[in-house]
T-cell receptor, first 112, second 112 residues
Framework: NAGVTQTPKFQVLKTGQSMTLQCAQD?????MYWYRQDPGMGLRLIYY???????DKGEVPNGYNVSRLNKREFSLRLESAAPSQTSVYFC???????????FGEGSRLTVL | GESVGLHLPTLSVQEGDNSIINCAYS??????FIWYKQESGKGPQFIID?????DKRQGQRVTVLLNKTVKHLSLQIAATQPGDSAVYFC???????????FGSGTQLTVLP
C-alpha cells in the first residue's frame, strides 16, 4: 500500500519554464490537496479537490493550476515558473470531512 | 486573516523526559484541532486530533490539551524518545476539513 505518491521528488527549472507535479493516492479518498511549505511559514494550501471533477482555490493559488484527472490523481501545474515558487510541494488526501490528511513525501522545486 | 501560531520555534529535551509543545490559535470559530509530526525529508504525519467539545484527549504516549478560554493547544509527549525528534505542527479547522490552517512548527530535538 503506497499511500500518496508524488513525482518528481526534485526538479530545477528556469524562470518562465512550465512543469507539472503529479500525485496519486491508492486509499480511495475523495479529497485531495496541494500544499507548499516554505521555511518558517508552515504549510499553505494552494488548491484542493473535494471530489472527482471539482477543484477549489486555497490560500495561495496564484501562478498554479490543478487537474483532478480521476479519483486517484491530482496534478499541479506551473505554467510560467517564478523564483517565488521555489518551495517544497506536498500532495495529500483524506476522507471527506476529516482533518486526518495523508501526505506524500514532497517534491522539492527550485526555480532559478 | 486569522492564523495559528506557536510559542517557541525550538525545543530540546533529554531522552526519557516529557515534552510539551504549545500552540496558540486566534480563530474562535475553529472547532477541530490536529497535531502533525514531520520528520526530516518526509511529509507530515497525523498524530492526534481533538474537537472543541473536549479539553483533553490521550493517545499512545501523547496527550493533547485544549483550553478554549485562552485559545491554547498543547501536545504532551511522555518519555520522549530519539525517534520523536521532528517538527511538530498544530493545525486548526474553522469548520471545513478542506481548509486546515497550519502553524509554523516547533522543532523538537531529543538529547541523549
Amino acid at each position: 500500500n503506497a499511500g500518496v505518491t508524488q513525482t518528481p521528488k526534485f526538479q530545477v527549472l528556469k524562470t518562465g519554464q512550465s512543469m507539472t507535479l503529479q500525485c496519486a493516492q491508492d486509499m480511495n479518498h475523495n479529497s485531495m490537496y496541494w500544499y507548499r511549505q516554505d521555511p518558517g511559514m508552515g504549510l499553505r494550501l494552494i488548491y484542493y479537490s473535494a471530489s472527482e471533477g471539482t477543484t477549489d482555490k486555497g490560500e495561495v493559488p496564484n501562478g498554479y493550476n490543478v487537474s483532478r484527472l480521476n479519483k486517484r490523481e491530482f496534478s499541479l501545474r506551473l505554467e510560467s515558473a517564478a523564483p517565488s515558487q521555489t518551495s517544497v510541494y506536498f500532495c495529500a488526501s483524506s476522507e471527506e470531512g476529516t482533518g486526518e490528511l495523508f501526505f506524500g513525501e514532497g517534491s522539492r522545486l527550485t526555480v532559478l | 486573516g486569522e492564523s495559528v501560531g506557536l510559542h517557541l520555534p525550538t525545543l530540546s529535551v533529554q531522552e526519557g523526559d516529557n515534552s510539551i509543545i504549545n500552540c496558540a490559535y486566534s480563530n474562535s470559530a475553529s472547532d477541530y484541532f490536529i497535531w502533525y509530526k514531520q520528520e526530516s525529508g518526509k511529509g507530515p504525519q497525523f498524530i492526534i486530533d481533538i474537537r472543541s467539545n473536549m479539553d483533553k484527549r490521550q493517545g499512545q504516549r501523547v496527550t493533547v490539551l485544549l483550553n478554549k478560554t485562552v485559545k491554547h493547544l498543547s501536545l504532551q509527549i511522555a518519555a520522549t524518545q530519539p525517534g520523536d525528534s521532528a517538527v511538530y505542527f498544530c493545525a486548526e479547522n474553522p469548520g471545513s476539513a478542506r481548509q486546515l490552517t497550519f502553524g509554523s512548527g516547533t522543532q523538537l530535538t531529543v538529547l541523549p
